[in-house]
């Protein structure tokens, strides 16, 4: 009797926008003591736009606006939209650009044609036309140095959870970018309803550590990793699993791929990438995170009938 039992709930899942790749995680569902979350796009809308930058003396806002678009312009990200976007508001065209490289959970980079700005390495070496944006994982695998009105302008932007972007070129760190993404608010909901099913809530994030603590404490998240590489985020999984945890987690990125796949039920939502979809164990159709809730409310009633 059990698996028609699972088979009917399966398709009530369906009818609720619930596409169940594996039933004994759906099972699962009821028993996980912790959910860790995705924060950009999930329990954020992940609608960045740049509110506000600074740069080093000598730089003109619209220089580091123009290059630092030129740099995104091959970049689908919701943070090189963003930042297009600013300069095209301002009647910014954005140099020429080559060799476009993206570096995973940290930013991208490319060459630009640099003939029309000022500035550039004091060597006078031509390195100045290569150009990097990107987060703080990308400093530290640049050591690139934070000058130190930029750190302050950095500092007050995460306090206000506004996402920072740095400009990097031929090496040297010549502009900051803040940008502005708001939570959802379906999320208060839902932290509050999976702690009234007694489960932990967690947020893992390539964001600064900041902007995470921000929203975080917003939303009532009970734990926070922030500044994860796309490529240690199943760590983080792990970890809450070697505390004797059962972990669900949920993200719709490339980058949440293996996170997906280590956890005991990985669920992906909204239009996720394919890789998210292929690795999960639930696909929420629809990009509510309410649906999370949903799913153990679903998981647990179908448990009562079973017995
Ligand atoms: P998340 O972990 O929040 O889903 P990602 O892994 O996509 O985010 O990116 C992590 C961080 O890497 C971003 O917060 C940003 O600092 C940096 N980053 C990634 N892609 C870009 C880009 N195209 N431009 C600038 N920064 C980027
Ligand atoms: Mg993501």
């Known amino acids: 009797a059990i698996p028609l039992v699972v088979a009917i709930n399966t398709s009530l899942a369906a009818r609720n926008g619930m596409l169940v790749r594996d039933r004994i995680a759906m099972e699962e569902a009821r028993n996980l003591d912790a959910i860790i979350f995705d924060k ?4 954020t809308e992940g609608e960045h736009g740049v509110v506000d930058m600074a740069t080093v003396d000598g730089v003109a806002e619209e220089d580091a606006l123009a290059l630092a678009a030129a740099v995104e312009s091959d970049s689908e990200h919701m943070i090189a939209r963003a930042i297009r976007e600013a300069a095209t508001e301002r009647d910014l065209t954005a140099p020429d650009a080559s060799d476009f490289e993206a570096i995973k959970g940290r930013g ?6 640099v003939s029309g700005f ?18 703080p994982n990308l400093l530290t695998q640049l050591d690139s140095e934070v000058p130190d009105h930029l ?7 995460g306090q206000n959870a506004q996402t920072v972007v740095y400009l990097v070129r031929g090496g040297e760190l010549i502009a900051a970018f803040a940008m502005a993404d708001v939570i959802r608010e379906e999320s208060f909901r839902v932290v509050d309803a999976l702690h009234d099913l007694g489960i ?17 404490d917003d939303l009532g998240i009970d734990t926070v990793f922030a500044e994860v ?14 505390q004797g945890k059962l972990v669900g987690m949920v993200g719709d990125g490339v980058n949440d791929a293996p996170a997906l796949t280590r956890a005991d039920v990985g669920i992906a939502i909204g239009s996720g990438t394919d890789v998210a ?12 995170p309410m649906d999370v809730v949903r799913l153990v409310k679903l998981s647990k009633a179908s448990y009562r009938k079973m017995q």
């Open 151 to 157: 750190q302050r302008f950095a500092d007050e932007a």
């Open 277 to 288: 979809v292929q690795s999960a164990d639930v696909i929420l159709v629809q990009n509510n």
């Open 229 to 242: 590489l796309p490529e240690d985020k199943d760590e983080k999984v792990r970890e809450l699993q070697d």
């Open 118 to 135: 000022a500035g550039g390495p004091s060597d006078g070496s031509d390195s100045g036309n290569e150009v990097y944006v990107g987060g």
């Open 200 to 216: 932990e809530v967690a947020m893992l994030t390539g964001d600064s550590r900041d902007v995470a603590t921000a929203v975080a």
């Open 40 to 43: 950009t796009g999930t329990l």
């Open 108 to 113: 991208v980079r490319a060459t630009v044609d």
